[in-house]
């Protein structure tokens, strides 16, 4: 059976439920990282998948821009996390909504 | 040399910004010298620029018209609306800056003897120049907006000079009254502003020039109308001239330079400006302006005929003149207008520097009945004034004859009840005239008479003398009925003494004759004292009777005092013969009335003297700048013509228009002639023709007031209502939606991370639907 571009697709879809999903019912900060790199991740296969269906190497290329991107927000991200977790242990998602309007 | 024309508002604008700086340091006189310096640069600023025109070809082609145009800088670059600091430079406009500057250095050398001794001396010289820097700004402006900046600072000006001396309530009402009344011709000014720009997409006066013959005639009408709408209230017409005669509570040199030479002809020299726009306008319009010019100046002549401040006189007949040269306007006749214009800012302002100078004399009374017999105190001001006496009641060959003959017949050609109306005007400014010379310079010398209002308060000291005799007089008759009660009953006593004493006499035969004899002569003393008492009583009687006598003689007087003061305002005055005083003394005289038999009017200084001069050469020789004689002579005519569309020229023969003339020259006489039988011989009394209703102005001021205060006040608080409840209601809306909108729209901000990735997974969902749903499969 060859694994056809569909399959990855699909792969690419159900990663990246998973990763929405996770990121609106975790509420731990690390946890919601994960699923941001999880949907993230999610979008790079379906770019090479498609760019490797269409022959087109610009797929590859967005894929580069994009784990560029995820390097960045971990990089900011977990800086964040851990500032706000030397404040307050044990702090959740919800519970930093100081900047409520 | 015609680059010289921004020399000509540059130098009053140098001269407002140094006073301005330093003028309470300099104070007086240095601050009027260089006020006056500074006109007189500008005054041969604009000589230079004449001479540069002349040089100018008259008769090149069509769009070179000895017309420079001088621009300084961009002021409004606004997309297609483009307007420039620059100067337009034609006969026109030359024409009014040569008279401005000229009129207006004389008018700021008299004032630096006008204002002598006045606390805000150099305050007075600075609003002078902005005044005259204004309205040079008016007259040279290349485009409307330049004109309009000059009309409304010409307008503050006049605000500032009519309520210079604010400190006197009625002062400042006055200036406030003539900005607000400005106020509604303003709004025409700058609607036609508007509409020539949305017409011809330029208010440059050039191009206005250029294509004011493309203009529809309806637009035409409704420029033409706006601009009278707007000149109506600048210069002083129906309905809104009531403005003009308070505004004569500013000193008299303003009155002179501001409200009779230069800035209330600003609006005939806008009409004139834009005579190619009323060419094209429905022949109605100009009509218009014929008539409201007319009924103006009749209006304005019987009004001054009533009117007994020496400066209000002057005042309605400056209504009254420019109404002949709205009468010109309307007639198509704009040199004429041009050429009143000039003539009158020289015989105007010369009776206006001679009223201040009068004024100035007599200690700043400005009531010509308290005048009379001024002709030898004040020799050159009444030889000056006579002069413009002449010239304004159209005597040959004072410059007025000619300027108003010149209308009278534009009038006669375009409708014969025109000319009617501007004929009898004349009659009527001759009357007003002589009567102001008359009352003012000749007749019996009136400023040391008694005057009504003094006599009325003689009148009630009197009353309360007499009142208080006959109280003491009553109180006197009482002490004199006590008195003859006492010997009475005295009297009584020394009777029945007497009887006893008779019967003892006749009992004791042996008689005790000395007690007998005193009893006689009690009896006689007690009948003297009865005597006495009676006489008292009588005389105590008489007194209070004559003192009775007395307080109703006075009561008569108060009441004959009242009574003529409650009149029309002359009745007790009596041009030819002196009050009469009855039985009052000398030193009883109200000290008012004595210090004026102390006063001695005197003739003004030689600042104020020396312009009277000067203005009185112009007001004899100006008519020499457009003689009807031949066609060689109509000076002005050849050199306003490149500014006129249509140069109007009289078609009637030459017999017609020696009739015309022979006709005004008779009309003038009558005038004078009936103010000769009025007020110099006395023939008729002055009352029959000063009707009390003319010397409240018709009511018209009166009238205003009240519709403005009842209907019209009712009609305000409905746009009020309108504008608090709508026009805010829409701004406070839109304002109240946004801020309940924000306030409900912040809930979405809730800081809950997931809360914001849910709702842009939602926003992906909704697009990837909308995606979906276009798509075709």
Avoid at chain 2, 556 to 577: C, I, P, R, T
Avoid at chain 2, 721 to 740: C, H, I, P, S
Wanted: aromatic fraction near 10%; proline fraction near 3%.
């Amino acid at each position: 059976m060859e694994v056809s571009t569909d399959w990855y697709l699909i792969l690419s879809a159900v990663l990246f439920s998973i990763g929405a999903t996770g990121l609106l019912i975790r509420r731990n900060p690390l946890v919601m990282f994960m699923c941001v790199e999880l949907m993230l991740n999610a979008v790079n296969i379906s770019f090479v998948a498609l760019g490797t269906e269409l022959n087109d190497v610009s797929g590859q290329i967005a894929v580069f821009f994009v784990l560029v991107v995820a390097a960045v927000e971990v990089v900011v991200g977990l800086a964040l996390v851990v500032a706000i977790n030397r404040r307050r242990r044990g702090a959740t998602a919800d519970d930093i909504s100081v900047l409520r309007g | 040399m015609v680059e010289a024309a921004w020399l000509i508002p540059a130098f009053p604008l140098a001269g407002f910004l140094l006073l301005l700086l330093v003028g309470p340091k300099l104070g007086e006189p240095r601050s009027g010298w260089i006020a006056t310096a500074a006109m007189g640069g500008s005054f041969a600023a604009a000589v230079t620029t004449y001479i540069g025109l002349l040089g100018l070809d008259a008769h090149g082609d069509a769009d070179n018209d000895r017309q420079y145009v001088q621009t300084l800088f961009e002021w409004v670059p606004a997309g297609d609306f483009q307007v420039d600091i620059g100067f337009l430079v034609d006969p026109l406009s030359v024409t009014m800056t040569l008279f401005i500057t000229g009129v207006g250095a004389l008018i700021h050398l008299y004032s630096i003897g006008y204002m002598h001794g006045d606390p805000k001396f150099s305050k007075f010289f600075l609003y002078l120049n902005l005044f005259a820097f204004s309205m040079l700004m008016l007259v040279l402006g290349d485009n409307m907006l330049l004109t309009f900046l000059g009309w409304e600072g010409v307008g503050a000006c006049s605000y500032f000079l009519i309520a210079f001396w604010f400190d006197d309530e009625a002062n400042a009402s006055a200036g406030k009254k003539a900005f607000v009344t400005n106020r509604i011709g303003d709004w025409g000014f700058m609607v036609a502003m508007f509409l020539m720009f949305t017409t011809i997409g330029s208010i440059q006066y050039t191009d206005i020039f250029a294509n004011a013959a493309g203009i529809s005639e309806s637009t035409a009408t409704a420029i033409t109308l706006l601009l009278l709408v707007g000149a109506v209230g600048k210069s002083a017409q129906i309905p809104l001239f009531v403005w003009l005669p308070d505004a004569m509570a500013g000193p008299t040199p303003v009155s002179a330079l501001i409200h009779a030479a230069t800035m209330v002809t600003s609006g005939v020299y806008l009409l004139t400006r834009m005579n190619g726009v009323i060419d094209v306008s429905a022949s109605w319009a100009p009509t218009t302006i014929a008539w409201v010019g007319a009924a103006t100046a009749l209006f304005a002549a019987t009004i001054a005929v009533s009117q007994n401040d020496i400066k209000k006189v002057l005042a309605y007949s400056t209504v009254s003149q420019l109404g002949y040269m709205f009468l010109a306007i309307g007639t198509g006749a704009y040199v004429a207008a041009i050429f009143h214009m000039i003539t009158h800012a020289f015989f105007k302002a010369l009776l206006f520097l001679g009223s201040g100078s009068v004024i100035h004399g007599m200690d700043n009374d400005q009531d010509m009945r308290h005048y009379g017999a001024l002709r030898k105190l004040m020799p050159i001001t009444s030889a000056t004034f006579i002069i413009g006496w002449l010239a304004i009641a159209g005597v040959p060959p004072f410059a007025g004859f000619w300027s108003k003959d010149e209308i009278l017949a534009f009038a006669w050609e375009e409708n014969k009840l025109l000319w009617a109306v501007g004929f009898i005007t004349a009659i009527l400014t001759a009357f007003y005239m002589s009567r102001q010379v008359f009352m003012t310079f000749f007749g019996r010398y009136r400023f040391a008479d008694v005057r009504a209002e003094e006599l009325e308060e003689l009148a009630a000291m009197k009353v309360a003398a007499a009142e208080t005799a006959v109280t003491e007089a009553e109180a006197g008759i009482g002490d004199a009925e006590a008195a003859v009660a006492k010997a009475t009953e005295k009297l009584e006593k020394a009777s029945e003494k007497l009887v006893t004493r008779e019967a003892e006499m006749a009992d004791a035969d042996a008689a005790d004759e000395k007690a007998t004899e005193k009893a006689t002569k009690n009896l006689d003393k007690a009948r003297d004292g009865v005597e006495k008492a009676q006489v008292a009583a009588d005389e105590a009687t008489t007194a209070v009777e004559a003192a009775r006598r007395a307080v109703s003689a006075a009561q008569a007087q108060v009441a004959h005092v009242a009574a003529a003061s409650m009149g029309s305002g002359s009745l007790e005055f009596d041009l030819f013969v002196a009050p009469d005083l009855g039985d009052i003394a000398e030193e009883d005289l109200p000290e008012a009335a004595r210090a004026r038999r102390e006063y001695h009017p005197h003739e003004s200084p030689w600042t104020m003297t020396l312009p009277l001069v000067i203005l009185a050469g112009a007001a004899i020789v100006a008519g020499g700048m457009n003689l009807p004689f031949a066609s060689d002579l109509h000076f002005l005519d050849h050199w306003l013509e490149p500014t006129l569309v249509h140069p109007a020229h009289l078609t009637s023969s030459a017999s017609v228009k020696w009739i015309l003339a022979i006709v005004a020259v008779m009309g003038g006489a009558i005038g004078i002639a009936a103010a000769v039988m009025i007020y110099l011989k006395g023939r008729f009394p002055a009352s029959k023709v000063e009707l009390p209703i003319m010397a409240e102005g018709w009511r018209f001021d009166e009238s205003i007031a009240n519709f403005m205060g009842g209907p019209g006040r009712k009609g305000f608080d409905l746009v009020a209502w309108f504008d608090a409840t709508f026009v805010d209601g829409a701004v406070n809306g839109v304002g109240r939606v946004v801020r309940e909108g924000g306030g409900q729209l912040r809930r979405l901000q809730s800081g809950l991370v997931r809360s914001y990735a849910a709702m842009v997974a939602i926003g992906a969902i909704g697009l990837i639907i909308w995606f979906l749903s276009r798509a075709s499969f």
